[in-house]
């Protein structure tokens, strides 16, 4: 009996694992290094290795990441911030990274989480950015989720995501969110 209950364990364990390593891509940075963890007590260390992206955006990867780290990140100061409900956006204007054009970028800290707004506006037809950025998301992360509203949306397993939308006639989003 206890063998065909580790014989089972054992089992789901590899099953686990392979759903962890499957072909669902995440994000825009490719882990092929080891994550250290904390040791508690005497345990000894554990290395887990990850074959997939995780959601980040210039590095930026979870939900407590700061001014400084966006300012690093970005190399410059923000053009300018501005106050909106009690949240204060810090935007830059006229941004590329990973070949991606962005008309205006709005970081902003949320509490539960931290958002970075990606836009495209006026400069490209939206139908064709929004489909350039279809394809370079799903490369990343894998087949999107789409939602009624027909906004798309990538998630690693740390729970950070990117939407994708066309927000009116001229103007294309992608939205990143920091929850880890």
């Known amino acids: 009996m206890k063998r065909i209950l ?3 364990l054992s089992i789901l364990m590899l099953l686990a694992l392979a759903g962890c390593g499957g072909d669902g891509a995440a994000p825009t940075e490719q882990h092929d290094h080891d994550h250290e963890t904390q040791p508690t007590g005497t345990e000894a260390p554990t290395d887990e290795v990850h074959d997939h992206n995780h959601i980040n955006y210039k590095g930026l990867s979870s939900k407590s990441y700061t001014l400084e780290d966006v300012i690093a990140a970005e190399g410059v100061e923000p053009a300018f911030s501005f106050d909106a409900n009690n949240i204060t956006y810090y935007v830059y204007n006229n941004v590329t990274t990973n070949d991606f054009r962005f008309t ?3 970081h902003s800290f949320m509490g539960e989480y931290n958002r970075i707004s990606c836009t495209s506006s006026g400069n490209q037809d939206p139908q064709s950015v929004y489909v350039e950025w279809t394809n370079a ?3 990343l992360y894998g087949a999107a989720l ?3 509203t027909g906004m798309l949306r990538w998630e690693d397993h740390t729970g950070n995501n990117v939407t994708l939308t066309i927000l ?3 103007t294309v989003q992608l939205c990143f969110y920091f929850t880890a």
């Open 6 to 8: 580790a014989l089972l």
């Open 104 to 106: 205006q970028v709005q």
């Open 137 to 139: 998301m799903t490369e």
């Open 146 to 148: 789409v939602s009624e």
């Open 168 to 170: 009116n006639e001229d």
